[in-house]
């Protein structure tokens, strides 16, 4: 009797579930207003919810229905006018102030309300609302949720939210792909930039040129060794590493990133960055050099398409017609970086061209060739954006103030310039009138390492912090408002010849992914640093519960001396991670747990030997590091 009274109480337990209440939110990117009021609401965990102005089986509302079980809840879609818990609201007249991708959020005592003008900013929307419920809902069934009161009127600072992967240098499959848009989509990315071209693989089906596949999309395995170790292929050996996507995959993606407001952009490099094609058609080659698909680092990239051949012409036409038949969106990225001009200039061929068609030299013959491919995609209604250099420029070409040096009229100004190799070659771009996309390296290169590279994985190269990375503004302060209006955004970029795994390619993006958000989306004037690192420290368990392998971050100290006088200086101690601790000795010898810990400016004799140890959720992070008060 009573083991069947004992089940009876589990089950009755069990039936009422936990209440979660919601203290604080953290939402991420930083909303443009956000006003917190008096009451709550407590969302059950059967919540009815009433659609206004959008089909029952519009994809938003599929998308969200599907969510919300996915966090054990579920909804049930009720008559508007009934008693809701939700109200779904497309608006029927246009709410200008935010426009077509914002949304107005608002909590009561009586409901919840999400209304915007479009589908996408109702999944905005749904995204801010997700933020706010707790960081273990997908895992942990609430019979109630109870919301503090507030309302939320938001709404993108830019157009272009973008994020990119390089599936060439390591390939990753659709599961993979999928997965890096669903955190796009958490924190309202909507460009997916897919580099699908390189030398070191060709991932696009091709039935036109099928040695694109059978060929340039694989190489030798050579997994064991980090990027720069790998050798060369040896006679007889055969390729077996890397693939391509097929055409119902990638069908299949760009449906999958459209229900989640994402628009799919293919990158198809050129001219540049083309072993895997002359691998696969070597008449396609200024030279008669064996070309293979590429292994590990190498430099110059010499593999370059012959711009005086016209089967290149005839090649590049017929590759973007198949783009063209994959891909809706309105941009086709076709590269333009790295184009090592040597080949052009020993080829009969490209010389020939250059005179022919009246050019300055080997940097315009590449402009004529980008010319080219833009007047035939434009014919197909796409509009092209190409790396910096299809402005026709070499590094340094552009002074310091941003001037033009020289217009480029090979390349119409329906492309858009994205600029990576700082901000200067943008605005030089937006001064001579084209549209720009900042992603320059010291901001936005996430494959750089984040922290002490001593205790990171290898990468190749660079040190972009967090807190690097949330300093990036596309439109740096002072730009006068007509240039600032050709600025259409900016994105962070994943390069992956170092990156071999997905649970690496998550590390690397993560969380570093969540400060390019607020840079792109977030009015300049709502950004706060230390405000965004503590809601990093709440995403990261969310990132956590949905399956994501993340950094936790920079633990190095940084140190601000301020001289006082010939014999001291206040001494400031800053971490990038909240919630982190730094023990400290001033009299050289070693700290421990046990030594004093930091807690505030101090002053310190100048000379003095400075050592720190910093411990993170209870781990001794990195090593112990030493400085010298100045």
């Not at 443009?32 to 089909?55: D, F, H």
């Not at 997994?223 to 040896?234: C, G, L």
């Not at 140190?559 to 909240?578: C, D, G, H, S, Y």
């Amino acid at each position: 009797m009573k083991k069947i009274v004992l089940a009876m109480a589990v089950a009755v337990l069990a039936s009422c579930g936990r209440v979660a209440t919601v203290t604080e939110y953290n939402v991420v990117p930083e909303p443009v207003q956000m006003l917190v009021g008096e009451g709550s609401y407590a969302l059950k965990g059967s919540p009815r919810i009433s659609i206004e102005g959008i089909g029952q089986n519009s994809p938003t509302v599929r998308y969200i229905t599907k969510s919300m079980r996915s966090a054990h809840m579920h909804p049930s879609l009720v008559e508007v006018g009934s008693a809701s818990d939700i109200d779904l609201v497309l608006n029927d007249t246009v709410d200008a102030t935010i426009g077509d991708e914002g949304y107005v959020l608002e909590v009561s005592t009586s409901g919840i309300r999400l209304a915007a003008n479009t589908e996408r900013g109702l999944f905005y929307a749904y995204q801010t609302l997700v933020q706010m419920l707790p960081t273990d809902v997908m895992k942990v069934k609430y019979s109630s949720i109870v919301l503090p009161a507030c309302r939320v009127v938001d709404y993108p600072r830019f157009a272009w939210r973008g994020a990119h992967l390089d599936v060439c240098r390591h390939f990753f499959d659709a599961k993979f792909v999928k997965k890096y848009l669903d955190v796009m989509a958490a924190y309202k990315l909507n460009r997916f930039h897919w580099h699908l071209t390189d030398d070191h693989g060709w991932r696009l089906p091709s039935e036109r040129w099928p040695r694109l596949n059978s060929v340039g999309s694989w190489r030798v395995e050579r997994s064991i060794a980090t990027w720069n170790e790998q050798e060369p292929a040896r006679e007889g050996e055969r390729p077996t590493y890397g693939g391509f996507f097929t055409r119902e995959e990638i069908a299949d993606i760009v449906e999958y990133a459209a229900e989640r407001g994402i628009e799919v952009v293919p990158e198809v490099e050129l001219p540049g960055h083309s072993s895997a094609i002359l691998a696969s058609y070597p008449q396609l080659a200024c030279d008669d050099t064996a070309y293979a698909v590429a292994l590990g680092r190498y430099w110059p990239p010499k593999a370059i398409l012959c711009a005086g051949n016209d089967s290149v012409l005839t090649f590049l036409y017929e590759v973007m017609d198949e783009v063209c038949e994959m891909f809706p969106s309105e941009y086709i990225h076709i590269g333009g970086d790295e184009a090592w001009k040597g080949n052009w200039k020993r080829c009969q061929k490209c010389q020939r061209r250059i005179r022919t068609e009246h050019l300055t030299g080997e940097e315009q013959l590449q402009s004529w060739l980008v010319g080219k491919v833009q007047q035939y995609v434009a014919g197909k209604g796409k509009r092209i954006i190409g790396w910096d250099e299809i402005m026709g420029m070499k590094e340094g070409r552009w002074t310091s103030d941003g001037e033009v040096e020289e217009d480029n009229p090979l390349v119409s100004k329906d492309a858009v310039v994205m600029s990576w190799r700082g901000v200067q070659p943008g605005l030089t771009a937006a001064r001579a009138g084209y549209q720009v996309i900042m992603c320059p390296t010291k901001h936005c290169y996430l494959d750089y390492y984040q922290a002490d590279r001593r205790f990171e994985p290898p990468a190749i190269g660079g040190y972009t912090t967090m807190a690097k990375v949330y300093e990036f503004d596309p439109v740096p302060a002072g730009v006068d408002s007509q240039l600032e209006k050709r600025v259409m955004g900016g994105q962070c970029n994943l390069w992956t010849e170092f990156i071999p795994t997905s649970q690496q390619a998550e590390y690397m993006l993560l969380p570093r992914m969540l400060a390019i958000s607020e840079c792109v989306w977030s009015p300049r004037e709502k950004k706060d640093w230390n405000r965004f690192r503590r809601k990093v420290e709440e995403h990261k368990d969310r990132l956590r519960v949905k399956g994501y392998n993340y950094g936790e971050g920079e633990f190095t100290p940084r140190l601000t001396m301020r001289k006082v006088n010939e014999q001291t200086a206040t001494v400031a101690i800053n971490t990038e991670v909240p919630n982190t601790y730094v023990f400290y000795t001033t009299d050289g010898s070693t700290p421990t747990r046990q030594s004093d810990i930091y807690v505030g400016p101090m002053n310190l004799a100048r000379g003095t030997h400075l050592k720190t140890l910093t411990v993170y959720k209870d781990v001794e992070r990195d090593t112990v590091y030493e400085f010298i008060v100045e």
